[in-house]
Antibody, heavy 121, light 107 residues
Framework: QVQLVESGGGVVQPGRSLRLACVAS????????MHWVRQAPGKGLEWVAV????????YYGDSVRGRFTISRDNSKNTLYLHMNSLGGEDAAVYYC??????????????WGRGTLVTVSS | DIQMTQSPSSVSASVGDSVTITCRAS??????VAWYQQKPGRAPKLLIY???SLHSGVPSRFSGSGSGTDFTLTINSLQPEDFATYYC?????????FGQGTKLEIK
């Protein structure tokens, strides 16, 4: 069955960096576009970034563009999110999500359980 | 960027009731809207895509409608497991954006 397992979260000081990973299983990872979505404590969902199936295209949300980098290693079935210059506004649960296209619409059909990032000195 | 304005932010209802949640897009987005359900401590789950198509395994008491800028999610005959937070999302263009969420609480 499809599984997405995030890791790499934890407590990080303001201004520091962190790398999140999402290991995929149960499907052909290299065939799918992948996303990161985050949720600050008690808040709503915020789309963070997307990467094409072959890694050739990437887009970012306004609040992370220039600080975060999404990447993937299809040989390892792993999606990454490199986060630099972290601030309190970046504290959240970070989810990876698989995109599927149905009736020409992109949907997030599978999500991981998330990994929590806490920014604190 | 396309903003998704969702209302109400919270609603109270009883088992057996029907509720409707609305979502308005700041720009025309055809039918490129999805609805997700999220329970505390859990990842979101897809309910509806292309505004009105029911995702596999989702009960038929859930329905969606709308096109252009105005969209609705209706839940008929509420069941105890339906009390959760609901989000709309536009998939018309990047950055994909979510509504602020609607928390459905038991009255």
């Amino acid at each position: 069955q499809v599984q997405l397992v995030e890791s790499g979260g934890g407590v990080v000081q303001p201004g520091r960096s962190l790398r999140l990973a999402c290991v995929a299983s149960g499907f052909t990872f290299s065939d799918y576009v992948m996303h990161w979505v985050r949720q600050a404590p008690g808040k709503g969902l915020e789309w963070v970034a997307v990467i094409w199936d072959d890694g050739s295209g990437k887009y970012y949300g306004d609040s992370v563009r220039g600080r975060f980098t999404i990447s993937r290693d299809n040989s390892k079935n792993t999606l990454y999110l490199h986060m630099n210059s972290l601030g309190g506004e970046d504290a959240a649960v970070y989810y990876c999500a698989r995109e599927t296209t149905v009736q020409s619409q992109s949907i997030f059909d599978f999500w991981g359980r998330g990994t929590l990032v806490t920014v604190s000195s | 960027d396309i903003q998704m304005t969702q209302s109400p932010s919270s609603v109270s209802a009883s088992v057996g009731d029907s509720v409707t949640i609305t979502c308005r897009a700041s720009h025309e987005i055809s039918s490129w809207v999805a609805w997700y359900q999220q329970k505390p401590g859990r990842a979101p789950k897809l309910l509806i895509y292309v505004a009105s198509s029911l995702h596999s395994g989702v009960p038929s008491r859930f329905s969606g409608s709308g096109s252009g800028t105005d969209f609705t999610l209706t839940i008929n005959s509420l069941q105890p497991e339906d009390f959760a937070t609901y989000y709309c999302q536009q998939a018309n263009s990047f950055p994909y954006t979510f509504g602020q969420g609607t928390k459905l609480e038991i009255k």
